[in-house]
Nanobody, 123 residues
Framework: QVRLVESGGGLVEAGGSLRLSCAASGRTFSNYDMAWFRQAPAKEREFVGAVNPSGSNRLYADSLKGRFTISRDNAKNTVYLQMNSLKPEDTAVYYC????????????????WGQGTQVTVSS
């Protein structure tokens, strides 16, 4: 029903910045909570951040210490993840996820997933 395609991953030096994009299909994008997750090798997938349909509310993982910013452009059916002050430990596959609007942002129970984009931070 919902197709998500991530892009923008790549290799970046420690301390640098990178912006990931997630393009969503369909005309119901504005009715979905959108989120970013990441998974490093041999580790479980972890929540990064989420944004509500209007873009007025955001939720972040505490461990990111404010370095990441999630935003969305409903006119383009796209959600973004701006990553600043990147560290080698940020290296992971980053996934875009979506769920039907629930009135409150959560860290789990996202129904739709993209294939992921690799982010590698060199030291």
């Amino acid at each position: 029903q919902v197709r998500l395609v991530e892009s923008g991953g790549g290799l970046v030096e420690a301390g640098g910045s990178l912006r990931l994009s997630c393009a969503a299909s369909g005309r119901t994008f504005s009715n979905y909570d959108m989120a970013w997750f990441r998974q490093a090798p041999a580790k479980e997938r972890e929540f990064v951040g989420a944004v509500n349909p209007s873009g007025s509310n955001r939720l972040y993982a505490d461990s990111l210490k404010g370095r990441f910013t999630i935003s969305r452009d409903n006119a383009k059916n796209t959600v973004y993840l701006q990553m600043n002050s990147l560290k080698p430990e940020d290296t992971a596959v980053y996934y875009c996820a979506a769920r039907e609007y629930g009135g409150r942002l959560i860290r789990t129970l996202y129904n739709y997933w993209g294939q992921g984009t690799q982010v590698t931070v060199s030291s």
